[in-house]
């Protein structure tokens, strides 16, 4: 098909050209002398996205899985406790991951649509008088059902039980996109991965590591061997990787990472929340819902729409997808055929959200939703109009 095509699933995302370019580079020795310009400050900048300042980041050549891997496997001994809350696919794959780890995870479960509740996790942990719970494990934004929970919230929850268990965020799918604070919120372990808000190919797993998960990962009794920390602390050190590194996606990061400073993650964050309001206010006039029980867990990157019964939400991404050009997320696990979502992460604009909101508006026609054509397009037109106007009359 003519022209660009529309990619709204929540991941990966579009690869700006700026990125694109930076990473058509002719292979070379990543054991030179120079190379270590090129890694060295990859380490440091990706400490200002995670707002890290003592903290360590760490790059793998994996996916997101592979980091949320490294930060259990190093910091954990066989058969510890840790305590994880599954509300979708993907809090449910990490803790499937810890389980099959050999970690003793005691499951919090909520319902789909809702994310982490602290008030349950301060109860818990206040019951843990001798501490066996070694690790908290929060999904900040939950891909599958686009919602968002309240880390901050999490670290005061521990703190309120005086409990001494560490924090590991997933914020795959929000930094880099999301506010996220790993020094204010105090996570242990931060892990990210390089194909939403870092708008680069998958590849590479990131981890930002506290002192604390530092000190636990010199007696931690889990194995590891690609993932050890201890290699990849000399890596930081010396801007040498323990193997071949995917140079390109380096070079990508480096661009990537340019992107979003010239943007300022302030302004990145806030264009994430007006693109967000839009797609709502869309859903809003479609009359459907997000699956997203209530406001406060609305995730900025990822809405995830509830169709109506008797639909398949799997026909309105095929439809959308051969007709229209246009990629629509798929419903996963529990949610299969019963949501789609569009992703709202990465390198967008108000214009290009509105292609993705008219071509999921013709497919859900297509496939016998009771919508009317352009009602989304318009919600959306008046929600940009109405955040650019009001930003021009600020002094
Ligand atoms: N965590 C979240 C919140 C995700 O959205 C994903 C992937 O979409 C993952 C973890 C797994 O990352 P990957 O597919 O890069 O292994």
New binding site residues.
């Given amino acids: 098909m003519a022209g660009r095509h529309f990619l709204f699933v ?2 990966p995302t579009n690869v700006p050209d700026r990125v694109q370019r930076a990473m058509l580079v002719a292979m070379e020795d990543h054991r030179s002398s120079k190379f270590p310009e090129l890694t060295l400050p990859l380490f440091e900048d990706l400490k200002k996205v995670f707002k890290s300042t003592d903290g360590q980041v760490f790059i793998f050549p ?5 980091a ?1 891997e490294a930060s259990l496997s190093n910091t954990l001994s066989p058969g510890d406790k840790v305590l994880a809350s599954r509300f979708g696919q ?1 809090s449910h ?2 803790i499937d991951l810890a389980q099959r780890l050999g970690l003793d995870v005691q499951v919090l479960e909520e319902e789909w649509g809702t994310g982490v509740k602290p008030d349950k996790i301060e109860a818990i942990l206040r019951d843990d008088k001798s501490h066996q719970i070694k690790a908290v494990l929060a ?1 900040h ?4 059902t686009g919602v968002t929970s309240d880390i901050g919230a999490v670290r005061k929850a521990i703190d309120a039980a005086g409990h001494p268990a560490l924090l590991y965020v ?1 914020g ?2 929000s930094i880099g996109s999301l506010d996220f604070r790993a020094d204010e919120w105090r996570v242990d372990l931060a ?1 990210a ?1 390089s ?2 808000g870092l708008m680069l190919p ?1 590849g590479l ?1 990131i981890v930002c590591v506290s002192p604390r998960a530092l000190a636990a990962s010199k007696t931690a009794g889990l194995k590891r061997v690609y993932f050890d920390f201890a290699d990849q602390i000399k890596a930081n050190a010396t801007g040498y990787f323990p193997y071949t590194p995917p140079l390109p996606l380096l070079y990508g990061l480096r661009e990537s990472l340019r992107i979003l400073f010239e943007e300022k993650l302030e302004h990145v964050y806030e264009r994430h929340h007006v693109l967000a309001g839009g797609v709502r206010a869309a859903v809003k006039a479609w009359g459907l819902h997000p699956c997203a029980k209530e406001s406060k867990w609305d995730s900025d990157t990822v809405t995830a729409i509830v169709v109506p019964q008797g639909i398949n939400g799997a026909d309105v991404i095929d439809a959308a997808y051969r007709r229209y050009n246009l990629s629509l997320g798929a419903g996963l696990s529990q949610v299969a055929g019963k949501v789609f979502r569009i992703g709202h992460l990465g390198d967008l604009n108000d214009l290009m959200v509105l292609g993705a909101i008219a071509g999921a508006e013709m497919a859900m026609r297509d496939v016998g939703i009771d919508i009317t054509l352009g009602s989304g397009v318009g919600a959306a037109q008046t929600h940009f109009r109405s955040t650019v106007l009001a930003k021009e009359k600020k002094p």
Avoid: M, R
């Fill in positions: 929540p991941g994996s996916s997101g899985t592979g949320w993907f794959l990490w999904v934004n939950e891909t599958a997933d795959v799918s892990v991965g194909q939403k998958a797993g």
